[in-house]
């Protein structure tokens, strides 16, 4: 009797604890009685959803309740959840992807520079000056001329000098930095501010370009750069919260509603820059409500302990605006700049091997202690040693903390000697890489590295996704655009500018992949896959509308344009 009671008591309490998921299930689906469904806000219709979702890869309809999807599938099942109040927004057959995550960006220095002059895609040395003479004749005397975006490989590589504007700029400063930020030009004024003289000596990490007599010739290299950029008066927060509107707009306008902000761009930065950007621009649009798009913040990986002491009393999140990601640091400089750490010397430069920016014994303590407060860990490595270096950091940081779900991140993982792709899968290392970058980088990267080296080790993201990496797809705006759709055709194309054909076929990989990259992959690359990366019930309705509709054509062309772009189900651009 007593037995068979236990026993149906038992039996009761399995049987409850087995729905209790179930229940909470279908409480959250609402497949109870059709009275009872919530009723959605919003319902997307009569296009190709492509989810990002392995459980259901497309569906023609969503349904999107107080900013979140209720319901992904055909229309006469969303439309069960339609009521008086339901706006319907029929796309027109066209393809819906979620909003574009761009895993690494510089997003206030992006739009600070949106604000100077623009040297972007200028191809020959009288446009650079001209665009610098006019910039002078409307600038005051005595105040800095700050511009960037230049790339010496448009003109056939040969480097700016300080001569070609000092008589053109004899009143005002300037400071113009190469479109990867680990150059930049001065001219002699600047020189001056900075006491840069023939007798001035490389800082640590650093080269002050000279001529064959040894004179500066007003180029600055990595640490080198801060000898200058210390005399620049400092963006105002007005200018930088600015520059925080006018960079949401640049991202929503090409369908990015969620980016990895890595903040500062070159290591010389005083890393309180970052953590003044987090308090007096990003806070204080959160507080004002006026964020437009998501943003998870990575800070200098010296401050480690000041995040740690956020994300304790804070969380890791403020209202989905803001997610806190982790925090960064730098192994190398860049293949621009001959800094990329390599095995094998720089080909027109047969001393020069690169640049280790960061001792190792520095970012092994600072990796071990991030690591063991729960930090994610992201490193900037594009030369094929610095990845090797950073890999074998992860592993010893990853043997001596122990077993734990901690998405280290390699941030470029440009350039791979052969045998590294397959650790990214292996020790479960994000490769976050931007497929941009090769457009401008190939022909560089052949002068620079040699074909044959340049074949074998750049942009691999074939071999990466071969080797199970996770691949998070990104920007690093302001030195690439912010332009998601151009880098997915780029991964699938690779077609470098002013090329007529593919730069490492083996390397190209499907739209599928280059989407997942850009959407689920960067969000799992974040930690922010609970909340977004795929059009799945429960995540936020962050989406965006395609110019085209027929997924067999984009599938093998690549090309599309942003229609529209939805934050939280609210139609934010255009
Ligand atoms: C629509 O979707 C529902 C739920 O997945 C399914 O039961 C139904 O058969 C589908 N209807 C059509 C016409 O495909
Ligand atoms: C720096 O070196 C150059 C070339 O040797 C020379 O012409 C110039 O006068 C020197 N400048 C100073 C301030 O000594
Ligand atoms: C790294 O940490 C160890 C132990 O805390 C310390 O003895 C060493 O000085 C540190 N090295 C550097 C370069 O900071």
């Not at 003289?197 to 500066?216: A, F, L, V």
């Not at 690169?354 to 900037?380: K, Y």
Request: with cysteine; charged share 20%.
């Amino acid at each position: 009797m007593n037995f068979y009671i236990l026993l149906s008591a038992s039996v009761v309490l399995v049987l409850a604890i087995v729905s209790l998921p179930l229940l909470n299930l279908n409480y959250f689906l609402n497949w109870q009685s059709p009275s009872s469904y919530p009723v959605a806000d919003l319902i997307v219709r009569n296009g190709v959803l492509y989810t990002s979702d392995e459980s259901l890869p497309f569906a023609d309809s969503m349904a999107v309740r107080k900013g979140r999807i209720l319901r992904v599938g055909n229309y006469s099942f969303v439309q069960e959840l339609a009521g008086d109040v339901t706006e319907e927004l029929d796309v027109g057959g066209k393809i819906v992807v979620p909003g574009f995550i761009d895993s690494h960006v510089h997003l206030i220095y992006g739009g600070l520079q949106m604000m100077q002059v623009g040297l972007r895609g200028v191809n020959n040395k009288d446009e650079f000056v001209r665009i610098i003479k006019e910039a002078a004749r409307s600038a005051k005397q005595g105040s800095w001329i700050l511009g960037g975006g230049w790339n010496n490989d448009a003109w056939g590589g040969d480097l700016p000098v300080a001569s070609w504007i000092d008589d053109i700029t004899p009143f005002n400063p300037v400071w113009l930095s190469r479109m990867d930020g680990h150059m930049g030009l001065a001219n002699s004024l600047a020189l001056k501010l900075a006491g840069i003289t023939n007798s001035s000596e490389d800082p640590k990490g650093g080269t002050i370009m000279r001529t064959t007599n040894g004179e500066p010739t007003g180029l600055l290299i990595d640490s080198a750069m801060e000898l200058v950029v210390s005399q620049i008066p400092e963006n105002t927060v007005d200018e930088r919260r600015e520059a925080l509107l006018i960079a949401s707009n640049v991202a929503l306008m090409s369908g990015v509603t969620t980016v990895v902000d890595m903040g500062r761009y070159f290591p010389a930065v005083p890393a309180d820059l970052s953590w003044a950007d987090f308090s007096e621009v990003y806070q204080w649009a959160h507080s004002l409500e006026i964020m437009k798009i998501r943003v998870c913040l990575f800070f200098p990986m010296e401050t480690w302990s000041l995040l740690s002491d956020l994300i304790n009393k804070m969380g890791h999140s403020m209202n989905q605006w803001i997610y806190f990601g982790g925090v960064k640091a730098f192994a190398d400089g860049s293949l621009g700049s001959n800094s990329a750490l390599f095995y094998e010397p720089y080909v027109d430069e047969p001393d020069n091997y690169g640049l280790q920016v960061t001792e190792l014994e520095v970012l092994l303590n600072m990796t071990l202690a991030s690591d063991l407060s729960g930090l994610q860990v992201a490193i900037h490595a594009i030369g094929d040693r610095a990845n090797d270096l950073m890999l074998d950091m992860y592993q010893t940081v990853a043997s001596t903390n122990g077993m734990r779900d901690r998405r280290f991140r390699i941030e470029h993982a440009q350039h791979l000697a052969s045998g590294t792709a397959v650790r990214f899968g292996n020790q479960g290392v994000v490769a976050s890489v931007q497929p941009d970058h090769l457009l401008d980088d190939a022909d560089s990267a052949i002068r620079k590295l040699g074909m044959d080296r340049a074949v074998k080790e750049s942009y691999l993201f074939g071999s990466l996704l071969a080797g199970n990496a996770l691949l998070a797809f990104g920007s690093d705006w302001p030195v690439a655009d912010i332009n998601p759709l151009r880098a997915i055709k780029t991964a699938v194309k690779r077609i470098p500018h002013a090329w007529d054909h593919t730069w490492i076929p083996s390397e190209c990989i499907t739209v599928d992949d280059a989407l997942k990259s850009f959407t689920i992959s960067a969000a799992r690359a974040c930690f922010l896959d609970n909340d977004l990366g795929s059009l799945s019930p429960g995540k936020l309705a962050d989406f965006v509308i395609l110019s085209v509709n027929s997924w067999e054509n984009f599938a093998t062309e690549a090309s599309a344009s942003v229609e529209a772009t939805y934050v939280s189900g609210v139609q934010a651009y255009p």
